[in-house]
């Protein structure tokens, strides 16, 4: 997402004007509901009976109900937490996948914000001032439950959500999580390293930046660097006419002179601010500080700085924006020093990072700068070599700090007012996502031992990093129990806790390229000549005015019955619906079952690949316009398997002419859960023991939060309370 001079406008008037917040409510009431992401409950009940897990142990049996929780179909967070956040099945909140395609031109797009072309604009001064479009919006199509609790007069505080960027204005205070970016509007953040190793090069890519780099050592004591950080693109800088340079070196083939005017175009739009690196006492006793504008981040070797800020000149320098990072001293000789993604300040956020706006700095008062993007605990940085084992162990453990630091500040909120907390942590999902392959021989990604020394539970190896993580969000239950204890004696009355997950966990060894399946079925049908897919994935290519060109791309669409786009889905290319469809409704159904029976007997190793393949209007309910964009099948894939991201993406890798289409997964990304629902079932926990009515969906839960405030609950909601 691009920040333009219009957003920087409407942000600016925001400002000026009066903002609505849950503060001011108060409620007898007081519910807790703890969402860990990830959290598995065979896991769970494993590390509880292996003595891990005190706090935990002491709420199971004391009386809870523990059961496991029907997570969505498909599994995977953006859709899990919006049957949450609405209380509705994606048949009618419109979230299908991470991933969504765009039926105007096969292209991938976010399923979680939905955005507005550009329309009129004014050209002046070189840049292109946005008079109309360019609006960004949540895509979930039902309104969330603080929404409607909120203004039902319940007090609703929601400390991170996955999947609620960018924020509805609401009466109660929000803040958003997972698909909330950067400044410059990387979904996942855009980290740096500055290294001098010398078995590495530079290399940029739309999450990493890695910058080969000399010191200046010519004063032994003191060694020097000077570079620069990025801010977001300056994209109302007028570029038109490079732009018709490089369509017209494409038209000529030049493939050269294109990606060299590409670059000047990057250039051209490219914001940076510059930053000095000093190194002291560098062969004794080394400190790094980082100099930016005249204020200091310091760390000492190994450590983490403090937040500092920084601020990057848009509109040629005309308005400034600012923005916070951080900084880890990796190593002085070789130097190496590596940054966080730059987050928006809080203080002065350049689009609305919470509700109400104060928000923010109001957090940011109590603990200080924070992440705000979602997936802040590196994942990528990880799974591109940016850091080591012990770095992205380290960043997620100052995630986590942060967020119990966060749950007390909420904790404090509804001690004063009452009402609903949320509060969400990440962390234990990443590090099963990424550090599954060093606690199981049998994956196909393997890595040096090694062993983390960081608190809590210092000296365990990188094979017991998932049993660390579990503990350590014991840890914050425990802390959470005591506070609520607390609270109790003092207003006299019980508060609920529930604690609840999205879904579970299970190994990824082997990933199947879908699109090349498809095509070595006679799916997918490639132009002759081609073998897999370029730049463009399966999307045709777009004009000066970026509208599809008929007939472009790799592939032969007029030949076509079926692609996949996303890490669940195939979807059928249909008459009316696909930009250049030709599969009827009359002809839709025995596709359907042919591609279903092919599935269904697909098998690696002796193993199904498959243990459901379901129609999307089996297991999704709703309006027709929303349930209609849904991937017309649904892919259940066995434990062990999964959709390769280049497939996810949209991408034909060219397997399928040596008929391969399943392949190792040898990566650090090396557990998942986007596989059959049943396989990888969530966790719920209710403090209260009560029994459940139904077994748990998490759409019940949500229906029970207004059941719990005695509130009706809205009648197109899917879910019923438990009790």
Same mark, same amino acid.
């Given at each position: 997402?691009?920040?333009?001079?219009?957003?920087?406008?409407?942000?600016?008037?925001?400002?000026?004007?009066?903002?609505?917040?849950?503060?001011?409510?108060?409620?007898?009431?007081?519910?807790?509901?703890?969402?860990?992401?990830?959290?598995?409950?065979?896991?769970?009940?494993?590390?509880?009976?292996?003595?891990?897990?005190?706090?935990?142990?002491?709420?199971?049996?004391?009386?809870?109900?523990?059961?496991?929780?029907?997570?969505?179909?498909?599994?995977?967070?953006?859709?899990?937490?919006?049957?949450?956040?609405?209380?509705?099945?994606?048949?009618?909140?419109?979230?299908? $996948?991470?991933?969504?395609?765009?039926?105007?031109?096969?292209?991938?797009?976010?399923?979680?914000?939905?955005?507005?072309?550009?329309?009129?604009?004014?050209?002046?001064?070189?840049?292109?001032?946005?008079? /109309?479009?360019?609006?960004?919006?949540?895509?979930?199509?039902?309104?969330?439950?603080?929404? @409607?609790? @909120?203004?039902?007069?319940?007090?609703?505080?929601?400390?991170?959500?996955?999947?609620?960027?960018p924020l509805v204005e609401s009466d109660a205070v929000v803040f958003p999580d997972m698909g909330t970016p950067d400044l410059t509007g990387a979904a996942s953040g855009v980290s740096y390293l500055w290294t001098e190793d010398s078995a590495k090069s530079s290399k940029t890519t739309d999450s990493t930046r890695m910058?080969?780099?000399?010191?200046?050592?010519?004063?032994?004591?003191?060694?020097?660097?000077?570079?620069?950080?990025?801010?977001? +693109? +300056? /994209?109302?800088?007028?570029?038109?006419?490079?732009?018709?340079?490089?369509?017209?070196?494409?038209?000529?083939? +030049?493939?050269?002179?294109?990606?060299?005017?590409?670059?000047?175009?990057?250039?051209?739009?490219?914001?940076?601010?510059?930053?000095?690196?000093?190194?002291?006492?560098?062969?004794?006793?080394?400190?790094?500080?980082?100099?930016?504008?005249?204020?200091?981040?310091?760390?000492?070797?190994?450590?983490?700085?403090?937040?500092?800020?920084?601020? !990057?000149?848009?509109?040629?320098?005309?308005?400034?924006?600012?923005?916070?990072? &951080? !900084?880890?001293?990796?190593?002085?000789?070789? !130097?190496?020093?590596?940054?966080?993604?730059?987050?928006? $300040?809080?203080?002065?956020?350049?689009?609305?990072?919470?509700?109400?706006?104060?928000?923010?700095?109001?957090?940011?008062?109590?603990?200080?700068?924070?992440?705000v993007q979602g997936f802040a605990d590196a994942y990528k940085s990880y799974k591109s070599e940016i850091l080591d084992t012990d770095g992205f162990i380290d960043e997620s453990d100052m995630v986590v700090r942060e967020r119990t630091k966060m749950m007390h500040y909420g904790l404090d909120q509804i001690d004063e007012?009452?009402?609903?907390?949320?509060?969400?942590?990440?962390?234990? #999902?990443?590090?099963?996502?990424?550090?599954?392959?060093?606690? $199981?021989?049998?994956?196909?990604?393997?890595?040096?031992?090694?062993?983390?020394?960081?608190?809590?539970? +210092?000296?365990?190896?990188?094979?017991?990093?998932?049993? &660390?993580?579990?503990?350590?969000? $014991?840890?914050?239950?425990?802390?959470?129990?005591?506070?609520?204890?607390?609270?109790? =004696?003092?207003?006299?009355?019980?508060?609920?806790?529930?604690?609840?997950?999205?879904?579970?966990?299970?190994?990824?060894?082997?990933?199947?390229?879908?699109?090349?399946?498809?095509?070595?079925?006679?799916?997918?049908?490639?132009?002759?000549?081609?073998?897999?897919?370029?730049?463009?994935?399966?999307?045709?290519?777009?004009?000066?005015?970026?509208?599809?060109?008929?007939?472009?791309?790799?592939?032969?669409?007029?030949?076509?019955?079926?692609?996949?786009?996303?890490?669940?889905?195939?979807?059928?290319?249909?008459?009316?619906?696909?930009?250049?469809?030709?599969?009827?409704?009359?002809?839709?159904?025995?596709?359907?079952?042919?591609?279903?029976?092919?599935?269904?007997?697909?098998?690696?190793?002796?193993?199904?690949?498959?243990?459901?393949?379901?129609?999307?209007?089996?297991?999704?309910?709703?309006?027709?316009?929303?349930?209609?964009?849904?991937?017309?099948?649904?892919?259940?894939?066995?434990?062990?398997?999964?959709?390769? #991201?280049?497939?996810?993406?949209?991408?034909?890798?060219?397997?399928?002419?040596?008929?391969? !289409?399943?392949?190792?997964?040898?990566? &650090?990304?090396?557990?998942?859960?986007?596989?059959?629902?049943?396989?990888?079932?969530?966790?719920?926990?209710?403090?209260?023991?009560?029994?459940?009515?139904?077994?748990? =969906?998490?759409?019940?839960? /949500?229906?029970?939060?207004?059941?719990?405030?005695?509130?009706?609950?809205?009648?197109?909601?899917?879910?019923?309370?438990?009790?």
């Open positions: 997402m691009k920040l333009s001079l219009k957003l920087a406008a409407l942000v600016a008037l925001s400002l000026l004007l009066p903002a609505c917040g849950g503060g001011e409510k108060q409620s007898d009431t007081r519910v807790v509901v703890f969402g860990v992401d990830g959290l598995d409950p065979e896991m769970l009940q494993e590390r509880i009976d292996r003595g891990m897990m005190p706090n935990f142990k002491k709420l199971v049996e004391s009386g809870a109900n523990f059961q496991s929780l029907q997570t969505s179909w498909p599994p995977q967070s953006p859709v899990a937490w919006s049957n949450f956040i609405s209380g509705t099945n994606p048949g009618k909140h419109g979230l299908y $996948d991470f991933i969504h395609v765009d039926r105007k031109t096969y292209g991938i797009g976010s399923s979680m914000i939905e955005s507005d072309p550009v329309g009129m604009e004014l050209t002046l001064f070189g840049f292109d001032i946005p008079l /109309t479009g360019g609006d960004v919006r949540s895509s979930r199509k039902a309104p969330a439950f603080w929404e @409607s609790m @909120s203004a039902d007069g319940v007090p609703v505080f929601v400390h991170r959500m996955p999947a609620s960027y910058e080969k780099v000399k010191l200046n050592r010519r004063r032994p004591e003191l060694w020097k660097l000077a570079t620069k950080m990025y801010g977001p +693109d +300056d /994209t109302p800088v007028n570029v038109d006419g490079l732009k018709a340079e490089q369509r017209a070196a494409e038209e000529a083939h +030049d493939n050269t002179r294109a990606n060299q005017v590409a670059v000047e175009i990057k250039k051209a739009q490219e914001v940076s601010t510059p930053i000095t690196f000093l190194i002291d006492d560098p062969e004794g006793t080394p400190m790094l500080a980082v100099e930016i504008e005249g204020a200091y981040a310091v760390a000492g070797l190994g450590e983490w700085s403090n937040w500092v800020k920084i601020e !990057f000149g848009m509109l040629g320098g005309l308005m400034p924006i600012s923005g916070y990072t &951080r !900084f880890r001293f990796m190593s002085a000789e070789p !130097f190496e020093v590596y940054a966080v993604p730059v987050q928006y $300040d809080p203080y002065s956020p350049a689009s609305p990072i919470s509700s109400p706006d104060e928000a923010a700095a109001d957090l940011a008062d109590a603990i200080g700068p924070y992440f007012a009452g009402g609903l907390l949320f509060l969400y942590t990440g962390s234990l #999902d990443m590090r099963c996502h990424m550090l599954w392959h060093a606690t $199981d021989d049998a994956h196909p990604h393997q890595e040096a031992p090694g062993t983390y020394h960081g608190k809590p539970f +210092d000296g365990m190896t990188f094979e017991q990093q998932i049993d &660390r993580i579990y503990m350590q969000v $014991d840890v914050m239950l425990g802390e959470m129990v005591a506070r609520i204890d607390e609270m109790e =004696a003092e207003h006299g009355s019980p508060i609920e806790l529930i604690v609840m997950s999205d879904h579970g966990f299970a190994p990824f060894y082997r990933k199947m390229h879908v699109n090349d399946w498809l095509v070595k079925e006679g799916y997918l049908v490639m132009k002759e000549g081609k073998t897999e897919t370029g730049a463009h994935g399966l999307g045709l290519e777009l004009d000066e005015n970026d509208q599809p060109i008929p007939g472009s791309g790799d592939i032969d669409w007029s030949k076509s019955t079926a692609y996949c786009i996303g890490f669940n889905g195939i979807i059928l290319n249909r008459v009316d619906r696909e930009p250049e469809g030709i599969v009827t409704d009359a002809q839709a159904d025995a596709l359907l079952d042919e591609i279903t029976s092919k599935l269904v007997a697909l098998s690696d190793g002796g193993q199904p690949v498959f243990t459901n393949v379901k129609r999307a209007t089996e297991v999704f309910h709703g309006p027709e316009d929303i349930v209609s964009l849904a991937p017309d099948l649904q892919l259940g894939f066995n434990v062990g398997f999964g959709a390769s #991201d280049e497939c996810a993406a949209g991408g034909v890798v060219g397997t399928w002419e040596q008929g391969e !289409f399943i392949v190792d997964n040898d990566s &650090r990304w090396s557990g998942s859960h986007l596989m059959d629902p049943e396989l990888v079932r969530g966790t719920i926990i209710a403090e209260s023991g009560k029994p459940f009515s139904k077994d748990p =969906a998490l759409e019940d839960i /949500t229906a029970t939060l207004y059941s719990l405030f005695g509130l009706s609950v809205p009648e197109d909601m899917d879910g019923e309370p438990l009790y």
